[in-house]
């Protein structure tokens, strides 16, 4: 393993989750570690733990430009690693999804992402090391009804990253991607508000099926099987940023294994209609 002691990590979405458990932990091992969220009242809570918070709003460029700037100065000019966590869901049918909708998603989930990778990546080839470390999911690689918006993007992010990673071989900076399943965060939470916000549910073809989502959606449902605590992200990328040889994937949670092997193995109709189902949960 390499020795990482104090070396500066940038983590976008941090106000909650998977991103505060990541900026949490990595700062408690040792890692300088700059954790960034979208609205300003979220920045105490982690500089009360001893982080270093930021503004970083990847709908907007000047805030990825400055935010990147800023901690550049902070650490000479180098960055080890970017950790791309930031992200939303936006749960709804495919025809129940506007193109301001669908643009947001992305704008949110893959462009910002993309830019703030684009700017990291000088100060990397200049130091000739680093870390790209990109939050994927189990929607990555599969489809489940009623999450396509989040899926198209995250699918996106893997075609992207692994496009990355063939680009970089001629260099030591590193592109891995995690692919958490169900992982407890406030992701519901905030999928639902986007729901109701961007979904016209009573004039959708969809409504009735919406109604079991809404359910889930609220919790009432219980907690998904398989279900694990944000550590164990944790755990995938510390070996991301610290083996010599990362993996490419990370799969966290039997639910990621499991459908990744039923892909490989079972007729597409057989499969569909497993996805099928278990998206109606």
Do not use: W
């Not at 902070?74 to 709804?92: C, E, F, M, V, W």
């Not at 506007?98 to 992402?113: H, P």
């Not at 990253?161 to 680009?167: G, V």
């Not at 999928?191 to 004039?203: L, P, Q, S, T, V």
């Amino acid at each position: 393993m390499l020795q990482l002691k104090n070396r500066a990590v940038l983590i976008s979405g941090c106000s909650t989750g998977i991103g505060r458990c990541l900026a949490l932990g990595l700062h408690e091992r040792g890692y300088r570690v700059f954790a960034s969220v979208r609205k300003p009242e979220d920045m105490a809570s982690l500089e009360e733990a001893g982080l270093e918070s930021l503004v970083l709003d990847l709908d907007s460029s000047d805030s990825i430009q400055q935010a990147v700037a800023g901690v550049l100065k902070k650490t000479q000019g180098r960055l080890y690693a970017l950790i791309n966590n930031g992200a939303y869901g936006l749960p709804g049918a495919v025809q129940d999804l506007s193109r301001d909708a669908l643009r947001q998603q992305f704008e949110t989930n893959l462009f910002g992402t993309h830019e703030l990778t684009c700017r990291v990546l000088p100060a990397m080839r200049a130091q000739n090391e680093g870390r790209i470390i990109q939050m994927s999911s189990i929607l990555g690689f599969m489809c489940f009804p009623f999450r396509g918006a989040y899926q198209a993007t995250k699918y996106a992010l893997e075609g992207i990253s692994d496009t990355l990673r063939l680009e970089l071989r001629d260099t030591h900076v590193r592109v891995s991607l995690i692919e958490p399943g169900p992982i407890i965060s406030r992701f519901r939470e905030n999928a639902y508000a986007a729901f109701k916000a961007n979904i016209d549910i009573d004039n959708s073809a969809y409504r009735h099926q919406y109604a079991g989502l809404i359910r889930r959606l609220e919790g009432q449902s219980g907690r998904m099987p398989f279900t694990l605590p944000p550590e164990a992200v944790l755990k995938k990328t510390i070996h991301a940023l610290e083996a010599r040889n990362p993996k490419i994937r990370y799969r966290v949670t039997f639910p990621t294994s499991l459908f990744e092997f039923l892909r490989r193995i079972l007729p597409y109709s057989v499969l569909d209609r497993m996805l099928a189902k278990a998206g109606d949960r």
